[in-house]
């Protein structure tokens, strides 16, 4: 590949839309699942997904299963991701609260189906 190009796509790759959103990590035999949030829904999954295969994951219960079941029993998903905005002053964070705190009414935080 040429340098100009390269440096278009470099260009293009800094200028794009991050992919912000809720997220889910979703165990496909118990049904249990994390929600989340994030500015960056692709790092945030391959963080946790890292940390679960590291043995390093915060959630003891979440991590106890992905030792027991392994890798293939869960999914990783993006539940809803935020749309770019026109508005330069657009506040993404609060519309992310807002999008997690509808996401966690259905699975409650403290339920039997979610592992917060």
Do not use: C
């Amino acid at each position: 590949m040429d340098r100009a190009r390269r440096k278009a796509l470099i260009q293009a790759y800094k200028l794009a839309f991050p992919p912000m959103g809720i997220y889910a990590i979703r165990n496909l035999r118990s049904g249990r699942v994390l929600i989340e949030q994030s500015a960056n829904t692709t790092g945030a999954l391959n963080r946790q997904r890292t940390q679960l295969r590291l043995g390093l994951h915060r959630i003891r219960d979440l991590q106890r299963d992905w030792r027991e079941l392994g890798e293939d029993a869960f999914a990783f998903e993006v539940l809803q991701a935020q749309e770019p905005r026109a508005e330069p002053t657009f506040d993404y964070t609060a519309e992310r609260e807002a999008l997690l705190q509808s996401w966690r009414e259905r699975i409650p935080p403290g339920s039997k189906d979610s592992y917060l």
